[in-house]
């Protein structure tokens, strides 16, 4: 039993390793890179990779390549493997420095928002209010058209028309969850344009009732400990600023 659990727990070390190591770099990951970090034998991570490849975890682009993470191999990074991240100071200060110029209107207020969330993410940032049906604020496109996984016209153009039409991602974005973030990966979305992305909201309060949403959405090669606990944390002072209003 104690062998058992001792694979296993090697195996999550890898899958983890693996999945970091392509979110890092956007290149299928070799069993050498890893056999070094492990102090392990490539061969040895070979057969780990056999068996996250046999469980759904990873994939190979083409024969002798390294390894992707698949869907559900982000899907189980995601629930099990990712430890929350506490942001920088700089960061925190970062972001409240940004709410600190003066806006009167809710509108403002939300496009900085969305502005805010690209800026310390790095990807698309959105923002939503329960009340206007079909008005959704948005920056940084462009941050996620220039990933490598955006290299071809017709992804690029479903892409675009999707947050240019809005209410397809708006009723992705405003399904109920209980949880403070919601994490969407690749079909999960069920959206055509943007099922090989991944999506994470979360919902912002006034004076206690949900009122709207943020969400960061990009590439499933995203970085989920820092943009999870980004999104958190602006959830969390757009909440602060809309009680104080």
Known sequence: MVKQIDRETRNRAILSATINRYIEKGN????????????????????????????????????????????????????????QMELFQEEKERITNEYNREVSRLEDVLERTSEVISGITHYAGIASFSGWEGKLF????????????????????????LLEEKQQLLGVINRNFSDKVKVYIGDELDCPGINDCSLIVSTYHQKRK???????????????????????????????ILDSA
């Open 28 to 83: 299928p990951v070799s069993s050498e890179e890893i056999a070094k970090a492990f102090s392990l034998s490539s061969a040895t991570v070979r057969n780990v990779f056999a068996e996250l490849e046999k469980a759904g975890y990873l994939t190979h682009p083409y024969t002798s390549g390294g390894r992707i993470p698949t869907n559900k191999g982000y899907r189980y990074y995601v629930d099990f493997l990712v430890a």
């Open 138 to 161: 948005y920056k940084g496109l462009s941050l996620v058209l220039n990933q490598p996984e955006f290299n071809d016209l017709q992804r690029i153009r479903l892409f675009v028309n």
């Open 210 to 240: 949900p009122v709207g949403k943020v969400a960061v959405l990009g590439p499933m090669r995203m970085e989920y400990k820092h943009t999870i606990s980004a999104l958190e944390y602006i959830s969390d002072i757009l909440t602060e």
